[in-house]
């Protein structure tokens, strides 16, 4: 997810919405009062229900006559996250503060096996010269000269991740290739992801285009903001990149894969990403709940929404469990044949 939910005094263009809700009483455990509470901010600030087609209304319908004012916390939740379910957003978070119950958020990597730390074990024993740069950022030499470098979120200061990516680059410069593996990258701060996919261009390319839900209409929306990558930093590397991306590929990763697609030199290998790129908001109930609402609507290049469906691969490639555990990363061996 973004590595910062934006309150809503910061967020521009919601000045028109109804105004900021404060619970006056956050021991208030009304499950009417909560219920409507939390359909009503979605209602006013979510920012896809166009794009996913989707009728809140009729969820509304459905999922109100289910709340009594005798209704429990636990029969509460189990209500909310069904409705917020249907919106297919890892985006949203559910934080039932005060009770025993836990997290909720959409799980959209579709019950498969996922990069996560100790694949990046099994990755060092397939890398020479292990370097550490910055602590987002690793790298390295695989077989018959081909660099390694992986990217575990994206920073919000750009200093040092321009640093970190000329130390990475100048380490790899004399590699025929690149593996970018963002494979365990739940995103972080989308300039920082522009700012590294342009130390891999030669042009300047528009990428996405995201507006901001601006209004009570589900429609309404503030201009649309381009984002392009284009060549950054003192060089750029140009040889071949293999993509490596998985279903916990999410958000400013996901950005960064639509930047990085942008350019020929560029092949994404491994598992569709997650699906998840809107930034979000934080909102409170009268229980002193907290949950976040996905506010942006970001489009590929192409115009069309990946919010729920997220980025193909041009060649499908998954680990399993099994071959982990044994020490095998069958994505990574992959990505040294597709090298030219």
């Given at each position: ?24 009483d ?20 979510y ?29 509460l ?52 010269n ?11 030499t ?24 000329e130390?990475a680059?100048n ?71 293999i ?43 009268w229980n ?16 069309k ?36």
């Amino acid at each position: 997810m973004k590595q910062k939910f934006f309150m809503l005094a910061a967020l521009l263009g919601l000045a028109s919405c109804t105004a900021p809700f404060y619970p006056e009483d956050p021991a208030d455990k009304n499950a009417v009062r909560n219920f409507d509470q939390i359909w009503n901010d979605f209602d006013a600030y979510y920012g896809l229900f166009e794009a996913k087609h989707l009728d809140w209304d009729s969820l509304y319908a459905v999922y109100r006559p289910q709340v009594q004012e005798g209704t429990d916390e636990e029969g509460l939740y189990q209500v909310v996250t069904q409705m917020l379910g249907h919106l297919n957003d890892h985006h949203i978070t559910l934080f039932p503060a005060g009770t025993d119950l836990p997290r909720w958020s959409n799980d959209l990597t579709n019950g498969v096996f996922i990069f996560d730390e100790f694949d990046l074990d099994v990755v060092k024993t397939y890398v020479s010269n292990w370097h550490e740069a910055g602590d987002f950022l690793q790298w390295g030499t695989l077989a018959d000269n081909i660099g390694y470098m992986h990217i575990s979120s994206f920073p919000d200061k750009i200093k040092p991740v321009e640093t970190a990516l000329e130390q990475a680059l100048n380490g790899l410069k004399n590699t025929r290739a690149i593996v970018l593996d963002i494979r365990d990258c739940p995103g972080g701060f989308d300039p920082a992801a522009q700012y590294i996919a342009g130390r891999f261009a030669t042009t300047r390319s528009l990428y996405m285009t995201v507006r901001k839900r601006n209004g009570p209409k589900k429609t309404d929306f503030g201009p649309g903001v381009e984002w392009y990558v284009e060549p950054t930093g003192s060089s750029q590397f140009t040889k071949p990149v293999i993509l490596l991306t998985s279903r916990a590929t999410g958000s400013a990763g996901e950005t960064f894969t639509w930047a990085m697609n942008r350019m020929e030199t560029v092949q994404q290998l491994g598992d569709t990403t997650s699906g998840a790129f809107s930034d979000n908001i934080m909102r409170e109930t009268w229980n002193g709940w907290m949950y976040t609402i996905s506010v942006g609507d970001y489009r590929a290049a192409d115009g069309k929404s990946y919010e729920g469906i997220g980025v193909a691969p041009d060649v499908f490639c998954r680990n399993e469990k099994a071959e982990v555990l044994a020490g095998k990363d069958r994505v990574l061996e992959m990505a040294m044949t597709l090298v030219p």
